[in-house]
């Protein structure tokens, strides 16, 4: 599967944005779809999943403020963050992966990427 994310930008804290991801195929039903987020100087973080057997995960850092959902008539992902805080800057990247709904967030071989869409948060 080919993923292809957007929708980042420049926003004032508190406030919102929705990023998006494209993917290339059908997803429900075969992938565990995810963000995940890199900020300078740091490793890359899981920050929200959403199983293809339809249960949510949020990293707790995000819990409560963005919301992970899908478009399954357009193979779309979406992850709404709203609340947004400076420590939410960096860039996101859209994941998909087969296999159990229980490891929604392994990353290893089977792990398909998009590029990265970059969020930054000025206060």
């Known amino acids: 599967v080919q993923l292809q994310a957007s929708g980042g930008g420049l926003v004032q804290t508190g406030g919102y944005l929705r990023l998006s991801c494209a993917a290339s195929?059908?997803?429900?039903?075969?992938?565990?779809m995810r963000w995940f987020r890199q900020a300078p100087g740091k490793e890359r973080e899981f920050v929200a999943a959403v199983t293809w057997s339809g249960y949510t995960y949020y990293a707790d850092s995000v819990k409560g403020r963005f919301t992970i959902s899908t478009d399954d008539s357009k193979n779309m992902v979406y992850l709404q963050m709203n609340s947004l805080k400076s420590e939410d800057t960096a860039v996101y990247y859209c994941?998909?992966?087969?296999?159990?709904?229980?490891?929604?967030?392994?990353?290893?071989?089977?792990?398909?990427w998009g590029q990265g869409t970059e969020v930054t948060v000025s206060s």
């Open positions: 195929e059908r997803t429900s039903s075969r992938y565990n």
């Open positions: 994941s998909a992966r087969r296999g159990s709904p229980a490891l929604y967030r392994m990353v290893d071989d089977n792990t398909y």
